[in-house]
């Protein structure tokens, strides 16, 4: 288990917090979409169900798109543009 | 859905179906503890579905501006209350409020830092350990469970602490057996909080025997209902008009008073899941009070055994079977009659320690108050386990489980968090469920102060861990 943000291309980063539980994976996610710029898309991989919730929400508060949702084993990787 | 999940789903459900008999088929009176396995296996599927946490209600409101959570509890609080109404009004609740006093403000704080620190508050914790998070299960064990066993046992340096006027308020209790009296929270809570007054907004106000309009004006429509409201209102105003308001006025130009109370409907059915959950969860806590006291009179316990003080106990059917063992020396067990979480845990640590030579009868907690059951006889344990496997189940029904072992960081969070869970839960009676939830929901203003409490807890909590991960993504940003 270790956080992982990279900046993958211009424009295109990634944030891993697998193993990690509530409420690191939001406040990490929260975090990140605030270094970005606007248009910017992040892939956030978490393995914690219930902070899925609040990130879907938080995004929808402050205008960020949830692009895509995927589920891979236990894993959950959802895509998401800074609005 | 996963054959395997599938498959695990109906064996743990199949297992407790199976334990449920044996019960019934040694004793009828193990019924009452059958009872709390099935409400805890009902709060455990609710909580998971739900992702029902009421840590997350504060924390994710400060540190992500997500109002979910807090508007599932109040949804819940206010359904909760209706139904507490209608059975205090029956006298068919086992509620009772707790003594009022800024401990409840104090205990609070230090349950919110806690919960906060662990992941998850005292029963969300427990549905993470369903859905395999072992992080959860160390701030159960070493904060919950032997945390708290030892915070109400500890005497030594620690009664140099204590006020004189609890030591001759506990010394006048000449009922109380006087070995009972022997660590620092024996004299907190028989020379303090044994003096506090206790009452509900429905006595308050209209005295000793409310009617029944009484109790839904008082307990739920001025304690529950209406603070209730007033909170979605202020959640909405703080945390989600500003987002909603700018979408709107960008579709249809001038707003008015109409769009503001959409905005709130938006906010309340933003998170379905959690929502509708707030709803299920107030109607089974109510369901749960109404069964509980159903077995209380089925088996005739609302007279007090002789030589004891306490009727409506699961002591006394323990004693009718023999295990005398089990109960306190005025014949008790801990019997909530309703959801609880943490009590219970408490006891599990009392029992562990006890089989390594330590005396945990020697205290009032445990000696005179909720005893120490063998695990498998023990009622409101058998609720936290039924959380548990409820939990799991659920989880395994949408193949959300999965084994985490903790490491590194989470490992100090979860056990810390705990300690301070465990401790924060005794000098107010109760957790996010007993202290907060039960009473706000009852007509106890206590609930609230203790709410408060957490609310201030969590905040502390947030700016702590704000301030951890901004230093680690300063750290990872460095590659940039």
């Known amino acids: ?83 | 859905m996963e054959k395997r999940n599938q498959i695990w789903s109906f064996i743990i459900t199949g297992v407790l179906i199976l334990i449920s008999f044996l019960y019934y088929s040694v004793n009828e009176y193990y019924m009452y503890l059958v009872v709390y396995i099935w409400f805890g296996y009902a709060y455990g599927m609710m909580l998971q579905y739900g992702r029902f946490c009421f840590a997350s209600a504060s924390r994710d409101l400060f540190a992500a501006g997500v109002p979910r959570m807090a508007v599932g509890i109040l949804i819940a609080l206010v359904f909760f209350s209706l139904i507490q109404a209608a059975l205090a009004a029956t006298d068919m609740t086992t509620f009772h409020p707790a003594p009022f006093g800024i401990h409840m403000l104090i205990s609070g704080v230090i349950f919110g830092i806690g919960m906060v620190l662990a992941g998850g508050c005292a029963s969300g914790s427990l549905y993470k350990i369903g859905e395999g998070n072992a992080t959860s299960i160390l701030a159960v064990v070493f904060g919950l469970c032997l945390g708290q066993a030892i915070f109400v046992n500890i005497g030594g340096p620690f009664l140099k602490l204590v006020p004189q006027s609890w030591i001759d308020s506990a010394n006048a209790k000449t009922w109380i057996p006087a070995e009972k009296i022997s660590s620092w929270f024996d004299y907190y809570l028989t020379g303090y909080v044994w003096d506090q007054p206790q009452f509900t907004v429905a006595k308050l106000i209209f005295g000793g025997r409310p009617t029944t309009m009484d109790y839904f004006i008082g307990n739920a429509l001025i304690n529950a209902i209406i603070p209730s409201l007033i909170l979605l209102v202020v959640i909405y105003f703080f945390f989600s008009r500003k987002g909603f308001i700018k979408k709107r006025a960008k579709e249809k130009g001038k707003l008015g008073l109409g769009d503001e109370l959409k905005g709130i409907w938006a906010m309340i059915t933003a998170s379905k899941r959690t929502s509708l959950m707030g709803i299920l969860v107030g109607a089974v806590a109510g369901l749960h009070i109404l069964v509980i006291k159903g077995m209380q009179l089925r088996f005739a316990m609302g007279v007090s055994t002789p030589g004891t003080r306490d009727a409506n106990n699961f002591g006394q059917l323990l004693t009718r079977m023999g295990h005398a063992a089990d109960v306190t020396v005025k014949g008790t067990v801990f019997d909530p009659g309703y959801w609880y979480i943490t009590s219970q845990e408490g006891q599990v640590g009392a029992w562990l320690l006890e089989r390594l030579g330590f005396n945990m009868h020697d205290n009032m907690f445990f000696g005179y108050v909720n005893g120490i059951p063998e695990l498998w006889r023990n009622p409101a344990l058998w609720m936290s386990l039924g959380i548990i496997f409820g939990a799991m189940v659920m989880a395994r029904l949408s193949n959300e489980f999965k084994f985490k072992l903790p490491k590194g960081e989470l490992i100090v969070w979860g056990i810390s968090g705990g300690l301070l869970m465990g401790i924060g839960s005794r000098p107010s009676l109760g957790c996010n469920i007993g202290a907060f939830f039960i009473r706000a929901a009852g007509g106890d203003p206590n609930g609230w102060v203790y709410g408060t409490g957490m609310v201030v807890g969590a905040f502390i909590g947030v700016k702590f861990f704000n301030w951890w991960s901004e230093r680690k993504m300063a750290k990872e940003m460095e590659a940039f």
């Open chain 1, 1 to 83: 288990m270790a956080l992982k943000f990279e900046k993958l291309e211009e424009g295109k980063y990634l944030l891993d917090v697998c193993g990690y539980v509530c409420p690191h994976p939001q406040i990490y996610c929260k975090k990140s979409l605030e270094k970005m710029n606007e248009g910017d898309v992040i892939d956030v991989i978490f393995d914690n169900p219930s902070s899925g919730e609040t990130i879907i929400q938080m995004c929808d508060g402050q205008g960020h798109e949830v692009l895509e949702k995927k589920k891979e084993g236990g894993k959950l990787i959802y895509t998401i543009k800074k609005g």
